[in-house]
């Protein structure tokens, strides 16, 4: 079963939703998607009981995490979302493999009675129950602590407007050291014993050190090939203590000298604003098909016709400094994509009505010639407003 959010549905998922095949809670967002009258809508008691009888599910957005643990009859699913979501409860869970590692979890009104001076930097603020990137911080010196908590005060109220609590939550934060290392982003799933399925893996690539952007994440045969074991062995062993089965994750983590340390993991979804379609383009498969069906990618097969190429989305956010929302800009979409060898998919957003990007591309690119990817990573976009 599917649950479909008011934020961002793609061509691709409405069009493999019209067959009918796999049913759909019957909500605003899906009848607002649903124009031909072909998705299998099914109403609450219906989808009660499709929950009851084992019936997978996955959502597009964690704004649907309220209602799920509200009608998941099962306890299981609903304290593995409970630990995936409280960033500061998945650092517990996780402690004794990283006992050296630090976190502190801290309500919001008392981030400014804090003493700076007492504090190891670099580490990274954030929201205990965060997405997107919103309220995420690097923090190296105390100008950066400062300038982090104005933003904060000047923008909290735009996110509780703007996300759920279940998906934005302001009300704690939590400070963790630095994790070093190359970043990962990781679509995958627990089956039915528990074991993990890994569906895509995303190189989230940086600009510099204090970058915490989502500007862009690539993946290729090499980057999934290099990965793929190791990434499977640490989330089997991490669901020693989690206990999910039959559950879709996006999980971040980095890898430092061989060493995986988690970030975060995000339960019922794979990457947002259906980012995850790029396995579509880069695979030639659905992840949220291949996870309601139960099916494992035959990637020695699939990497056959694509080597040497890298698979790239790049989340198109603009300059920090342009007033939200956005009404008065004008992206130049057709400019964008002619500095690209092959655009796959170019998503628009109306950031005029408060959409929080220009858009999403899906780009494949020579492995041999990626100037085209460092550039767009610097870029701040101004070169593509009129």
Same mark, same amino acid.
């Given at each position: 079963?599917?649950?479909?959010?008011?934020?961002?549905?793609?061509r691709?998922?409405?069009?493999?939703?019209?067959?009918?095949?796999? &049913?759909?809670?019957?909500?605003?967002?899906?009848?607002?998607?649903?124009? #031909?009258?072909?998705?299998?809508?099914?109403?609450? %008691?219906?989808?009660?009981?499709? /929950?009851?009888?084992?019936?997978?599910?996955?959502t597009?957005?964690?704004?649907?995490?309220?209602?799920?643990?509200?009608?998941a009859?099962?306890?299981?699913?609903?304290?593995?979302?409970?630990?995936?979501?409280d960033?500061?409860?998945?650092?517990?869970?996780?402690?004794a493999?990283? &006992?050296?590692?630090?976190?502190?979890?801290?309500?919001a009104d *008392?981030?400014?009675?804090?003493?700076?001076?007492? /504090?190891?930097? &670099?580490?990274?603020?954030?929201?205990?129950?965060?997405?997107?990137?919103?309220?995420? !911080?690097?923090?190296?010196?105390?100008?950066?602590?400062?300038?982090a908590?104005?933003?904060?005060? +000047?923008?909290?109220?735009?996110?509780?407007?703007?996300?759920?609590?279940?998906?934005?939550?302001?009300?704690?934060?939590?400070?963790?050291e !630095?994790?070093?290392?190359?970043?990962?982003?990781?679509? =995958?799933?627990?089956?039915?014993?528990?074991?993990?399925v890994? /569906?895509?893996?995303?190189?989230? #690539?940086?600009?510099? =050190?204090?970058?915490?952007?989502?500007?862009?994440y690539?993946?290729?045969?090499?980057?999934? +090939?290099?990965?793929?074991?190791?990434?499977?062995? =640490?989330?089997?062993?991490?669901?020693?203590?989690?206990?999910?089965?039959?559950?879709? /994750?996006?999980?971040?983590?980095?890898?430092?000298?061989?060493?995986?340390?988690?970030?975060?993991?995000?339960?019922?979804?794979?990457?947002?604003?259906?980012?995850?379609?790029?396995?579509? !383009?880069?695979?030639g498969?659905?992840?949220?098909?291949?996870?309601?069906?139960?099916?494992?990618?035959?990637?020695?097969?699939?990497? #056959?016709?694509? *080597?040497?190429?890298?698979?790239?989305?790049?989340?198109? %956010?603009?300059?920090?400094?342009?007033e939200?929302?956005?009404?008065?800009?004008?992206?130049?979409?057709?400019r964008?994509?002619?500095?690209?060898?092959?655009?796959?998919?170019?998503?628009?957003?109306?950031?005029?009505?408060?959409?929080?990007?220009?858009?999403?591309?899906?780009?494949e690119?020579?492995?041999?010639?990626r100037?085209?990817?460092? +550039?767009?990573?610097?870029?701040?976009?101004?070169?593509?407003?009129?």
């Open positions: 079963m599917i649950i479909l959010d008011q934020q961002y549905v793609s691709e998922l409405r069009d493999w939703l019209n067959s009918g095949r796999v &049913p759909v809670l019957r909500n605003a967002a899906a009848l607002a998607v649903d124009t #031909e009258g072909r998705f299998r809508l099914v109403s609450d %008691d219906e989808a009660d009981a499709l /929950l009851a009888a084992g019936e997978r599910i996955y597009t957005c964690e704004n649907s995490l309220s209602w799920i643990c509200a009608h009859s099962g306890k299981a699913l609903r304290d593995g979302i409970a630990i995936c979501k960033k500061a409860a998945f650092r517990r869970m996780l402690a493999q990283y &006992p050296d590692f630090f976190f502190l979890e801290v309500p *008392e981030l400014e009675k804090l003493d700076f001076d007492t /504090l190891k930097t &670099p580490f990274i603020l954030k929201p205990s129950v965060g997405f997107f990137s919103v309220g995420v !911080y690097t923090i190296a010196s105390r100008a950066d602590w400062d300038a908590l104005a933003d904060i005060r +000047r923008s909290s109220a735009r996110w509780s407007a703007d996300y759920d609590a279940s998906v934005v939550g302001t009300s704690s934060f939590i400070l963790e !630095y994790i070093r290392g190359d970043e990962y982003a990781v679509d =995958f799933y627990y089956d039915s014993e528990g074991r993990a890994i /569906l895509n893996i995303f190189h989230h #690539e940086f600009a510099s =050190f204090e970058d915490v952007s989502d500007r862009l690539v993946t290729s045969a090499d980057i999934i +090939r290099d990965h793929l074991e190791a990434f499977t062995v =640490f989330f089997d062993r991490m669901n020693e203590q989690m206990g999910a089965r039959d559950m879709p /994750l996006h999980m971040e983590l980095r890898v430092d000298g061989g060493r995986i340390i988690p970030i975060e993991a995000n339960p019922l979804r794979f990457a947002g604003w259906c980012v995850t379609d790029l396995s579509l !383009y880069a695979w498969f659905r992840t949220y098909d291949l996870y309601l069906r139960d099916q494992r990618p035959d990637w020695d097969s699939i990497f #056959e016709s694509r *080597e040497g190429r890298l698979y790239s989305a790049v989340i198109l %956010d603009p300059p920090a400094d342009l939200y929302p956005l009404r008065e800009a004008d992206f130049d979409y057709e964008l994509c002619a500095d690209f060898q092959n655009v796959l998919e170019l998503r628009r957003i109306d950031y005029r009505n408060g959409g929080p990007v220009f858009g999403f591309v899906f780009a690119t020579r492995a041999d010639e100037g085209e990817l460092d +550039r767009i990573l610097l870029s701040d976009l101004r070169e593509y407003l009129r």
